[in-house]
């Protein structure tokens, strides 16, 4: 199609079915489905949206709820319901605000967390803020991370720049009832430049300037040029490399 021809809206209200193809804007507000591959400038899920194919977009928007069979592709993609891919997903920017699941690969250059992201895969992202929780069953790769957890995190492995990680709203968890499972990282390995952990269970631990705060938990810490270890920090084992 020439870049100067006028695309198409689809638009799909109540319960109803629409085709794959190229289309300007795709806006689905009750429960609808579209049959194979979609290609449009704006998706937009109001209500119950299911792909049978895949999404390629400039701007994706789930206030709903939305599944996708196939890999997805964006510009932007930002979720306020609840978003299901079942293959890779790629987009400039993503932020999920809602609950975001993911059966293969998560790649973007920025990735903001307000709400609960599961990748079955690995994660890599240039530029990392959340201010809720995760679960990645495969490698967290990004360059520079701000890590305020809400919620519990984990990752099997976690490689970065500069990763930061601490719990949000600390002095309102210190407040409430110790029975309550307060938020926590958990990973088989942190790798990177510049570490900064708090509340962090590890197996392994590896940078050139490591800090350790309070409620770490690290079996084997690695490091370079500096190790700060706070004296509620448990390490089994300290060795400069």
Same mark, same amino acid.
């Given at each position: 199609m020439s870049a100067y021809e006028k695309r198409s809206d689809l638009k799909i209200s109540g319960a109803g079915n629409g085709s794959g193809g190229v289309y300007d804007k795709v806006k689905i507000d009750g429960a609808g489905t579209v049959n194979g591959d979609v290609d449009c400038h704006d998706f937009v899920a109001n209500g119950s949206a299911k792909v049978q194919g895949q999404l390629k977009a400039e701007a994706i928007r789930i206030h709903g709820s939305a599944s996708?069979?196939?890999? !997805?592709?964006?510009? %932007?993609?930002?979720?306020?319901?609840?978003?299901?891919? /079942?293959?890779?997903? +790629?987009?400039?920017?993503?932020?999920?605000? #809602?609950?975001?699941?993911? /059966?293969?690969?998560?790649?973007?250059?920025e990735l903001?967390?307000?709400?609960? @992201? %599961?990748?079955?895969? =690995?994660?890599? %992202?240039?530029?990392?803020?959340?201010?809720? %929780?995760?679960?990645?069953?495969?490698?967290?790769h990004i360059g520079k991370a701000d890590i305020q957890m809400v919620g519990p995190c984990k990752a099997m492995e976690i490689i970065g720049d500069d990763v930061a990680v601490? +719990?949000?709203?600390?002095? *309102?968890? =210190? &407040?409430?009832? *110790?029975?309550? /499972?307060?938020?926590? @990282? $958990?990973?088989d390995l942190i790798e990177g430049d510049v570490l900064h &952990?708090?509340?962090? $269970?590890?197996?392994? !631990?590896?940078g050139n300037r !490591?800090?350790?705060?309070?409620?770490?938990?690290?079996? @084997? !810490?690695?490091?370079? =040029? $500096? @190790?700060?270890? =706070?004296?509620?920090? /448990?390490? #089994?084992?300290a060795r400069r490399i």
């Open positions: 996708v069979e196939g890999p !997805v592709q964006s510009e %932007s993609m930002k979720i306020y319901g609840s978003g299901g891919f /079942k293959q890779n997903v +790629r987009s400039r920017s993503i932020y999920v605000a #809602g609950h975001c699941a993911i /059966k293969g690969q998560c790649q973007s250059q903001e967390l307000t709400g609960s @992201l %599961s990748v079955h895969g =690995d994660v890599q %992202s240039e530029v990392m803020q959340s201010k809720g %929780s995760f679960h990645v069953d495969g490698r967290l601490t +719990r949000k709203g600390k002095k *309102f968890w =210190d &407040l409430l009832n *110790f029975s309550c /499972k307060m938020p926590g @990282l $958990e990973a &952990l708090e509340f962090t $269970e590890a197996d392994i !631990v590896r !490591v800090t350790l705060g309070q409620g770490c938990k690290v079996r @084997l !810490v690695e490091y370079r =040029d $500096e @190790l700060h270890q =706070d004296p509620q920090a /448990k390490v #089994g084992e």
